[in-house]
């Protein structure tokens, strides 16, 4: 058994965390969310209000803990997307190395790429609407070629292999290599890259509801939170500094996971990092 | 050289075409009618139509798209719905705006991200490229708006070095511009410089295990001569994919950036007309940003043309 990278622990300890608090929040929270406390507003950290109280008197770690949900819902829907879409052409272009259909999947892929994200996504969200639906929609499409070109990627150096020589020897076809042979040994390439498109998904939400573009209220996401809090950071730091730090943590977790388990996973790559 | 050429400016001119379909497509879909949303609620439906006809939106769509590309082509951008004044304007006082703070960024992140990238390559490791495997690790993680909140609370408000936004104009001279896109500049180099002394320090890393590095050191070259003569150069190439990769995400992905300090920059023409429905300009603006990602890729695969002679072929 190969020890685990410290990181790996590390990221997957801190990731569990955000996950665990998020799943917690559907039956508990220490405060309600919705209800205005006027009296209690802006109080800082205290027993009672472990990270104090927002400029309407809601509890922040209450919050924090609902706006996880949102976070980590539109990243790993979004992921999803990418990959549901991403990784059946990735594997197609593969199989069809040099072919036309290679061809359109990797220009495609280029010219996806060439558009700026944020644009794009502010301009889904601002047509169809700003919600957490259409952020998703929005992070999916530009996870897309990134599960595409993973798959592709690793599909190729694959399919020079001997053993996939041999089971086409064996008769059977490029869609059934590429779903019996291919795919099970690129899982880990793309549970590694999911593991990144979801920390930027975090990323990429919070900024879309920081901008206004993301869950509306009075559901609670760590992007608002800090757009509500920005005139005040000065006043009550604290209302500006957990909800970021929320976002940093989180995104921390994920990235040190991802590549912990890139590491553990290939071992060539052990000496080059 | 000349093939080389050739086919890449091919496959850039196939890209800028599907590009432009694309954008004029996903625009043609938006919902509402341009002309009643600048006239308001209470216009009259002959009123809608001359204007519509004023605007040219009466027309096929295969003749407005002609009609866009050919203006592009010629420098006529359209005429901005809400504003009243060729997009083309608009862009280019925008730029001037967004061009400096781009570069002013990636200045700051390049500056910072090579030698810092160059140390954890060479201390590969020890406990300074531990050090500098963390901070960047973290600064990948920190959002760029939340740093810039953070920079204004701290240098804007408390310390009073730097305003908390707004932008004076050149016309205030070099000093003061420079001085308004210092922490907007910052916040953005941020992560930029982070994820760029990453990829030095790889790159680095993975050309010192080469052959030829061995052969420099048996022929008593020391590892910073072996990196300086050798290695440098090679673990460049990686290093200016990402730059131009940063450069034309910088340009339009400040949009945030220039939302918390209030810069007149391009990202806040294109958020402020999408949220106007002024679609003329977000069809030309974004049509140029891509152009600008097609043309930095472009100019990127001739830089390593130069870097790496063999890449010529």
């Known amino acids: ?70 976070s980590i819902a539109v990243a790993i829907v979004a992921v999803g997307i990418g990959m549901g879409l991403g990784v059946p052409l990735g594997l197609l272009a593969a199989a069809n190395r040099g072919g036309l259909i290679d061809e359109i999947v990797m220009r495609g892929n280029d010219l996806i790429f060439a558009f700026p994200s944020l644009v794009i996504a502010i301009l889904i969200t601002a047509i169809a609407g700003p919600s957490a639906f259409n952020a998703i929609l929005a992070i999916g499409i530009f996870n897309t070629p990134v599960f595409a070109r993973v798959a592709r990627g690793g599909a190729l150096s694959l399919w020079t292999l001997d053993y996939i020589l041999a089971a086409r020897v064996a008769g059977k076809g490029r869609l059934r290599i590429s779903l019996e042979h291919i795919l099970p040994n690129i899982l880990n390439l793309l549970i590694v890259q999911g593991t990144i498109q979801f920390s930027l998904g975090i990323l ?70 | 050289m000349a093939r080389y050429l050739a ?11 599907v590009a432009s379909l694309v954008i004029f497509a996903v625009i043609e879909v938006i919902p509402g009618d341009t002309a009643a949303f600048m006239l308001g ?17 009466d027309l096929p769509r295969s003749l407005r798209y002609l009609a866009w590309i050919g203006g592009m082509l010629t420098g006529d951008f359209g005429v901005s719905y809400t504003y009243r004044v060729p997009v083309a304007e608009l862009i280019s006082a925008r730029l001037q705006v967004s061009l400096p703070l781009t570069l002013y960024a990636l200045a700051l992140s390049t500056a910072i991200a090579i030698p810092v990238g160059l140390i954890a390559a060479a201390r590969r490791g020890r406990p300074a490229d531990y050090a500098i ?50 922490l907007p500049a910052v916040a953005l180099a941020l992560p930029q410089a982070s994820i760029l002394a990453r990829v030095m320090r790889s790159a680095l890393i ?11 050191r048996a022929k008593g070259l020391t590892e910073a001569q072996a990196i300086r003569a050798h290695a440098f150069r090679n673990a460049l190439i990686p290093v200016m994919t990402i730059l131009g990769l940063q450069f034309s995400f910088l340009l339009a992905g400040a949009i945030i950036i220039e939302n918390v300090f209030f810069l007149p920059g391009l990202g806040r023409l294109i958020f402020q007309a999408i949220t106007q429905r002024d679609l003329i300009v977000v069809e030309s603006t974004v049509m140029l940003l891509v152009f600008a990602v097609i043309l930095v890729t472009f100019l990127v695969d001739l830089a390593y043309a130069a870097i790496d002679p063999r890449l010529r072929r």
């Open chain 1, 1 to 70: 058994m190969r020890r685990l990278p410290v990181q790996m622990t590390l990221g997957a300890a801190l990731s569990a965390v955000f996950v665990l608090a998020a799943l917690v929040s559907f039956v508990w929270t220490p405060y309600g969310v919705e209800g205005l406390a006027i009296a209690r507003r802006m109080a800082p950290p205290s027993l009672a209000h472990p990270l104090g109280t927002d400029h309407f008197g809601r509890d922040i770690l209450s919050m924090l803990m609902v706006g996880a949900r949102t």
């Open chain 1, 204 to 273: 990429a939400e919070a900024g879309l509801s920081y901008v206004g573009l993301g869950a509306q209220p009075p559901t609670p996401s760590w992007g608002r939170m800090l757009a509500e809090s920005q005139t005040m950071v000065s006043l009550s730091p604290h209302i500006a500094i957990f909800p970021g730090l929320a976002i940093v943590l989180m995104v921390l977790g994920l990235n040190l996971l991802g590549d912990g388990l890139r590491d553990w996973t290939d071992p060539r790559l052990r000496r080059a990092r």
């Open chain 2, 7 to 17: 086919s890449r400016l091919v496959s850039l001119l196939v890209s800028l075409a």
């Open chain 2, 41 to 57: 609620l209470n216009a009259q439906p002959d009123t809608v139509a001359a204007l519509r006809a004023e605007l040219g939106l």
């Open chain 2, 133 to 182: 495997m963390g901070v960047t690790q973290l600064g990948i993680a920190v959002p760029n708006f939340w740093f810039a909140m953070l920079l204004v609370a701290l240098f804007a408000v408390t310390l009073r070095w730097f305003s908390a936004g707004g932008f004076p104009g050149w016309e205030a001279g070099l000093w003061a511009g420079l001085k308004a896109l210092t």
């Open chain 2, 206 to 216: 993975e050309t010192l295990g080469q052959d030829y590095i061995r052969t420099a």
